[in-house]
Structures are given as C-alpha cells and as structure tokens.
C-alpha cells in the first residue's frame, strides 16, 4: 500500500531564506506526483505537477524535483516570504486502485517571519 | 468562473442526524471527487464520479452515499451521522479524469457530529 510521508511536519524560517520541504513515498510505481498548497480554512491549491517520465518542474520561485527509484520528491521555495506561509501537501497518483485516487501525506506546515 | 463550490462552509449535527455536502463545478469537468481531511491522516477518497452518470468508492466509502446529480453536481450525503464522521469535507474536479490531470478542490465543509 502506497504510504507518502512529509518531513519536517512544522518549519519556522525568517524571510529571504530558501528552503526546502520533503517528500517520500514508497512505491515508485506511480504516474506523477503533485504539491498543493493549502491555507488555513481554504481548500487546495496546485502547486506543481511532475509527470512520472519528468525530473522536475518549476514556477516562479518554486521548484520540485522527482526522484521516481528513490521514492523522493523535494519542493524548494526561493527567497521565502511571509505570503508563502500555508501547509504544503505533497500527492502520488499510483497504477490501479480508485481513479484519482490521490495519496496525500500529512503536509508540512510552513511560517515564513517578517 | 468560481470553480469548484461547496455548501454548506459549517455544520453541526447530532448522532443519528442525516445531511447532505453539495459541490457543484462550473469548468466542464468530467470527473469529480469526495475527499476528508482529518488531523493526522491527511486527505482520503470518500466516492468519485468518473462522469455523469457513474459512481465509484474510494478508500473510505462506509458510511456514506453518493449522488451525481448532472454534469455540474456530486453531492455526498450522509443517512445517519456518527463522531467518527467529524471532518473537513473536500470536493474536487478534473477535465477527464486522467492520470495526469490536476484536480481543482473547493473550499470545503466543515462537520462536527456531537
């Protein structure tokens, strides 16, 4: 059963750093991978959308690598700002199972400070 | 266009009480999905509808129905409410359905069952 695990849960980081949140899943048959952002009492929005053939993905000042054998995607955020702050949702689509079926980790729960 | 809506934004109920969350999309989507998001679980697939007319179980499908009304509407209705059901309610839609769509959410239900 495919298992998609988000590390760090919380980060604090001052504004102007970059950063970078992880994502892991563990079986690396999927068709792509998805990052959502998500604002407190709002629904989600998409990120960004790696197909399962595509190595990375960027807009604006993020960017999302796959690395499909590893089971690992990282999305890395330039020069953070206070706006970015939201909980970031990370979501396999695997072969099989329920069309759309979606696997979403837990999310990391980003706070960039003035 | 308002893309994905959901009614009602807040509910409360009482054990046993039956309700029903209404989403409606105005973008043409074939496809479209129930999620719940619980603290520390994150998002699951309740039902989804492929197309008009059609409608599957996802991966926590107990203790819910489904009905799509049209093309625009998928409503999930509940027939007696349990605490277990306590949730934030998520509906979303895609163009076709396909693997590589991105799929659009709403704002959300929020469901306290005491």
């Known amino acids: 059963k495919q298992e998609v695990t988000q590390i760090p849960a919380a980060l604090s980081v001052p504004e102007g750093e970059n950063l970078v949140l992880n994502c892991s899943f563990t079986?690396?048959?999927?068709?792509?991978l998805q990052w959502f952002r998500q604002d407190p009492g709002k629904g989600l929005t998409s990120l960004l959308l790696i197909q399962s053939s595509q190595r990375e993905q960027t807009s604006g000042r993020l960017n999302a690598s796959l690395d499909k054998s590893s089971g690992r995607s990282t999305l890395y955020i330039a020069a953070s700002q206070p706006g970015d702050s939201a909980t970031y949702l990370c979501?396999?689509?695997?072969?099989?199972?329920?069309?759309?079926?979606?696997?979403f980790g837990k999310g990391t729960k980003l706070s960039v400070k003035p | 266009n308002a893309g994905v809506t959901q009614t009602p934004k807040f509910q409360v109920l009482k054990t046993g009480q039956s309700m029903t969350l209404q989403c409606a999309q105005d973008m043409n989507h074939n496809s479209m999905y129930w999620y719940r998001q619980d603290p520390g679980m994150g998002l699951r697939l309740i039902y989804y509808?492929?197309?008009?007319?059609?409608?599957d179980k996802g991966e926590v499908p107990n203790g819910y129905n489904v009905s799509r009304l049209n093309k625009r509407e998928f409503s999930l209705r509940l027939e007696s409410a349990a605490p277990s059901q306590t949730s934030v309610y998520f509906c979303?839609?895609?163009?076709?359905?396909?693997?590589?769509?991105?799929?659009?959410f709403g704002p959300g239900t929020r469901l306290l069952v005491l």
């Open positions: 509808s492929a197309s008009e007319g059609t409608t």
């Open positions: 979501a396999v689509k695997g072969y099989g199972g329920s069309q759309g079926n979606l696997i």
């Open positions: 079986d690396s048959a999927i068709y792509n």
């Open positions: 979303a839609s895609s163009e076709m359905g396909l693997a590589q769509e991105t799929q659009y």
